[in-house]
Protein backbone atom coordinates (compact mmCIF):
# COMPACT_ATOMS: atom_id res chain seq x y z
CA UNK A 1 0.00 0.00 0.00
CA UNK A 2 1.73 3.15 -0.98
CA UNK A 3 -0.12 5.47 2.02
CA UNK A 4 -1.14 3.75 4.90
CA UNK A 5 -4.57 4.86 6.58
CA UNK A 6 -3.10 6.57 9.15
CA UNK A 7 -1.20 8.73 6.52
CA UNK A 8 -4.81 9.02 5.02
CA UNK A 9 -6.36 10.24 8.63
CA UNK A 10 -3.33 12.87 7.86
CA UNK A 11 -3.82 14.03 4.79
CA UNK A 12 -8.03 14.56 6.19
CA UNK A 13 -7.02 16.16 8.68
CA UNK A 14 -4.41 18.57 7.22
CA UNK A 15 -7.20 19.45 4.45
CA UNK A 16 -9.44 20.38 7.69
CA UNK A 17 -6.93 22.46 9.11
CA UNK A 18 -6.72 24.55 6.55
CA UNK A 19 -9.94 25.11 5.00
CA UNK A 20 -10.95 28.28 6.09
CA UNK A 21 -14.65 27.39 6.92
CA UNK A 22 -13.41 24.06 8.80
CA UNK A 23 -12.98 24.52 12.33
CA UNK A 24 -12.54 20.82 14.12
CA UNK A 25 -11.90 17.48 12.49
CA UNK A 26 -12.57 13.83 13.86
CA UNK A 27 -11.41 10.52 12.79
CA UNK A 28 -14.37 8.03 13.64
CA UNK A 29 -18.09 7.29 13.68
CA UNK A 30 -19.93 10.74 13.93
CA UNK A 31 -22.08 10.00 17.20
CA UNK A 32 -18.33 9.71 19.24
CA UNK A 33 -17.77 13.30 17.30
CA UNK A 34 -20.58 15.01 18.25
CA UNK A 35 -20.88 13.87 22.23
CA UNK A 36 -17.86 15.38 22.54
CA UNK A 37 -17.23 17.65 25.95
CA UNK A 38 -17.03 20.71 23.22
CA UNK A 39 -16.50 20.52 19.64
CA UNK A 40 -16.09 23.71 17.42
CA UNK A 41 -18.28 23.63 14.31
CA UNK A 42 -18.34 23.44 11.40
CA UNK A 43 -17.20 19.73 12.02
CA UNK A 44 -15.54 17.53 9.48
CA UNK A 45 -16.17 13.52 10.40
CA UNK A 46 -14.23 11.10 8.42
CA UNK A 47 -15.26 7.77 8.88
CA UNK A 48 -13.85 4.59 7.40
CA UNK A 49 -15.98 2.29 5.55
CA UNK A 50 -15.65 -1.49 4.44
CA UNK A 51 -13.76 -1.45 1.36
CA UNK A 52 -11.69 -4.18 -0.43
CA UNK A 53 -8.03 -5.20 -2.15
CA UNK A 54 -7.32 -6.54 -5.41
CA UNK A 55 -3.55 -6.85 -7.48
CA UNK A 56 -3.34 -3.09 -7.76
CA UNK A 57 -4.89 -1.21 -4.65
CA UNK A 58 -6.16 -1.23 -1.63
CA UNK A 59 -9.53 0.35 -1.85
CA UNK A 60 -11.98 1.79 1.13
CA UNK A 61 -14.67 3.59 1.37
CA UNK A 62 -14.57 6.91 3.66
CA UNK A 63 -17.97 8.40 5.08
CA UNK A 64 -17.38 12.42 4.98
CA UNK A 65 -19.92 14.13 7.59
CA UNK A 66 -19.78 17.99 7.22
CA UNK A 67 -21.92 19.99 9.64
CA UNK A 68 -22.55 22.84 11.38
CA UNK A 69 -24.96 23.65 14.61
CA UNK A 70 -27.83 25.78 14.43
CA UNK A 71 -30.71 27.17 16.63
CA UNK A 72 -33.96 25.13 17.18
CA UNK A 73 -35.42 28.52 17.36
CA UNK A 74 -34.57 29.90 13.64
CA UNK A 75 -34.77 27.10 11.46
CA UNK A 76 -34.03 28.89 8.88
CA UNK A 77 -30.06 28.69 9.22
CA UNK A 78 -30.73 25.32 7.91
CA UNK A 79 -30.73 26.70 4.78
CA UNK A 80 -27.85 28.76 5.27
CA UNK A 81 -25.81 25.40 6.54
CA UNK A 82 -26.94 23.46 4.09
CA UNK A 83 -25.38 25.28 1.24
CA UNK A 84 -22.21 26.31 3.04
CA UNK A 85 -21.67 22.21 3.68
CA UNK A 86 -21.91 21.41 -0.12
CA UNK A 87 -19.95 23.84 -0.84
CA UNK A 88 -16.89 22.40 1.56
CA UNK A 89 -18.07 18.45 0.17
CA UNK A 90 -17.29 20.33 -3.61
CA UNK A 91 -13.68 21.83 -2.37
CA UNK A 92 -13.36 18.35 -0.57
CA UNK A 93 -13.85 16.64 -3.80
CA UNK A 94 -11.72 18.90 -5.93
CA UNK A 95 -8.41 19.05 -3.38
CA UNK A 96 -8.75 15.23 -3.56
CA UNK A 97 -8.26 15.34 -7.33
CA UNK A 98 -5.09 17.46 -7.39
CA UNK A 99 -1.57 16.39 -8.07
CA UNK A 100 -0.29 15.99 -4.35
CA UNK A 101 -2.57 12.86 -4.69
CA UNK A 102 -2.59 11.16 -8.00
CA UNK A 103 0.78 9.47 -6.86
CA UNK A 104 -1.05 7.27 -4.52
CA UNK A 105 -5.01 7.37 -4.78
CA UNK A 106 -8.15 7.93 -7.28
CA UNK A 107 -11.30 8.16 -6.50
CA UNK A 108 -13.31 5.37 -7.91
CA UNK A 109 -16.68 6.40 -9.37
CA UNK A 110 -19.18 9.67 -8.41
CA UNK A 111 -19.38 10.44 -5.21
CA UNK A 112 -22.56 10.13 -3.13
CA UNK A 113 -23.99 13.42 -1.13
CA UNK A 114 -26.91 13.53 1.29
CA UNK A 115 -27.92 15.85 3.40
CA UNK A 116 -29.27 15.47 6.93
CA UNK A 117 -30.89 17.12 10.49
CA UNK A 118 -29.18 15.57 13.42
CA UNK A 119 -31.52 16.21 16.84
CA UNK A 120 -29.80 15.37 19.08
CA UNK A 121 -27.77 16.95 22.07
CA UNK A 122 -26.56 19.78 19.33
CA UNK A 123 -29.01 20.92 17.11
CA UNK A 124 -26.77 19.99 13.77
CA UNK A 125 -27.35 19.63 9.86
CA UNK A 126 -25.08 19.17 6.81
CA UNK A 127 -24.47 16.42 4.60
CA UNK A 128 -22.90 13.34 4.54
CA UNK A 129 -20.31 12.39 1.51
CA UNK A 130 -19.70 8.64 0.44
CA UNK A 131 -16.40 8.56 -1.57
CA UNK A 132 -14.77 4.96 -2.58
CA UNK A 133 -10.92 5.74 -2.62
CA UNK A 134 -7.96 3.35 -4.51
CA UNK A 135 -4.75 3.50 -2.86
CA UNK A 136 -2.75 2.16 -5.37
CA UNK A 137 -0.36 -1.14 -3.88
CA UNK A 138 2.60 -2.11 -5.87
CA UNK A 139 2.68 -5.56 -3.81
CA UNK A 140 5.83 -5.29 -2.86
CA UNK A 141 6.78 -8.65 -0.88
CA UNK A 142 10.08 -7.34 0.02
CA UNK A 143 8.78 -4.89 2.39
CA UNK A 144 6.79 -6.63 4.35
CA UNK A 145 7.98 -7.17 8.16
CA UNK A 146 9.22 -10.78 7.76
CA UNK A 147 11.94 -12.65 9.63
CA UNK A 148 13.53 -15.47 7.16
CA UNK A 149 10.04 -16.27 5.27
CA UNK A 150 10.85 -18.38 2.33
CA UNK A 151 8.22 -17.22 -0.15
CA UNK A 152 9.92 -19.76 -2.37
CA UNK A 153 10.35 -16.96 -5.43
CA UNK A 154 14.09 -18.16 -6.04
Given at each position: ?????????????????E???????????????I?????DY???????Q???M??????????L?????????D???????H??????C??I???L?????????S????I?????I???????????????????????????P?????????
Amino acid sequence: MDKTLNQIKKEFGEIATEHRQINSFFWGDFVDAINRDSVDYPLLVATVQPGSMDDESISFNVQLVICDKYNESDYSQVDEIHSDCLQICNDIRITLKQYRFEDYLSIEGSISTDPFINRGNDMTAGWTMNISLNIYDAEDWCAIPFDNYDFGND
